[in-house]
């Protein structure tokens, strides 16, 4: 059985073999071949380089032969899920009004039982008996906030601005100077075909 890519012996540069019949069957091979690449000098380099670009256009090949399957199925999902969700938006509304009406009647409930209280003690405060047995539904307490003076807000509970901090790096790279924040080198390889 053929193999898409052989290394040459002694030099280690890779070199392509039928490897259009082999880009969808056979990706474990390019991969175990990749792993003994060693690139010691600017001719790997090349030689790594040329190959990096055909693997770019294998992946082509490989998504030209799915784009075809793929349209259909997102298609049929698409479609499937639209029917789905407008079938089921009624139940979901009906749904919304009975948990507005019921959590509106338990948050008034217990409003009331504080307001009947004549002296809150730390015993008055005991967690309250079960209202009813109801079957299907249960009630979470939750407590939401939102913050009306920002400026009086701890520092601790503030969040540096991340795309302030990356715009600065992004202009004045390992110049940047933000107290509390460390700037590394980190290059990205792209390929292009």
Do not use: C, W
């Not at 009630?139 to 003076?149: A, G, N, R």
């Not at 540096?160 to 990205?188: C, F, H, Q, S, W």
């Amino acid at each position: 059985m053929k193999i898409p890519y052989k290394l040459e012996p002694e030099r280690a540069p890779l070199v392509p073999l039928d490897h259009e019949q082999f880009v969808v069957g056979h990706p474990e091979q390019i991969q175990d071949l990749v792993l003994k690449i060693q690139i010691k000098n600017d001719a790997d380099q090349v030689r790594t380089d040329a190959l990096l670009g055909n693997l770019k256009i294998d992946k082509k090949v490989v998504e030209k032969k799915f784009e075809e399957p793929v349209k259909r199925a997102n298609k049929a999902h698409k479609d499937l899920t639209a029917e789905r969700n407008k079938a089921l938006k009624n139940y979901e509304i009906a749904e919304s009004l009975i948990k507005g009406k019921m959590k509106e009647f338990h948050m008034e409930k217990d409003r009331k039982a504080l307001e009947e209280l004549s002296e809150v003690t730390i015993t008055s405060l005991a967690p309250p008996e079960l209202r009813s047995k109801l079957k299907h539904t249960t009630f979470i307490t939750k407590y939401k906030f939102h913050v009306t003076d920002p400026d009086k807000v701890p520092p601790e509970y503030l969040t540096p601005d991340l795309d302030a901090i990356g715009r600065k790096v992004n202009a004045m790279g390992e110049m940047a100077k933000i107290k509390g924040v460390t700037v590394y080198r980190d290059d990205e390889v792209r390929v292009r075909t």
